[in-house]
């Protein structure tokens, strides 16, 4: 209950933010926690984006996540190079995604036993709330697609924006 607390006030404060000006050439780095569908597991997200134009750009992520005990599949990786389009309004930055992905699962016990890998089409939405001008909190959803079905992935971090010399 604590935690839910705290992200309500996070929000609260952020929300009234600006948002940063999205400027070609700007260099995005994040990192934050992933809640990924293996066993409700609280996982890692890092992330590099290029903003080739105002609005679009060009974002690869990583995410990595381990089961508990009880579960047949041991740990989860995702990796996916995806183009966002930013809808850039006052106070907040709205994106959606779409690419691709690679979803690496190690399991204990068959059939998940060893290493497999699945190719995914990735689809998502994201907001970021500006804390100052080179520091925003984001929270994004994205849903994995490939062979063996769909899944979603929430993530909650901050994103660090190198920007461009003039």
Avoid at 35 to 47: P, Q, R, S, T, W
Avoid at 151 to 156: G, M, P, R, V
């Amino acid at each position: 209950m604590k935690t839910v607390k705290l992200l309500i006030a996070l929000f609260c404060l952020f929300a009234t933010q600006s948002a940063m000006a999205q400027e070609k050439g700007d260099i995005n780095l994040s990192a934050g926690f992933s809640g990924m569908h293996l066993d409700n597991a609280l996982g890692l997200a890092v992330g590099a984006e290029y903003m080739f134009a105002q609005k679009f750009g060009v974002a690869a992520g990583l995410l990595y996540s381990e089961a508990s005990n009880t579960n047949p599949v041991r740990f989860e990786s995702l990796l996916s190079l995806d183009f966002r389009y930013y809808f850039l309004k006052k106070g907040i930055s709205a994106y959606a995604y779409s690419g691709y992905g690679i979803h690496q699962a190690q399991g204990l016990v068959s059939p998940f036993d060893g290493i497999r890998n699945f190719h995914s089409a990735t689809f998502g939405a994201g907001v970021e709330y500006g804390v100052s001008e080179n520091l925003n909190v984001y929270l994004q959803s994205k849903g994995w697609y490939n062979e063996e079905g769909s899944f979603q992935t929430f993530n909650l971090g901050v994103a660090f924006r190198l920007k461009k010399k003039k």
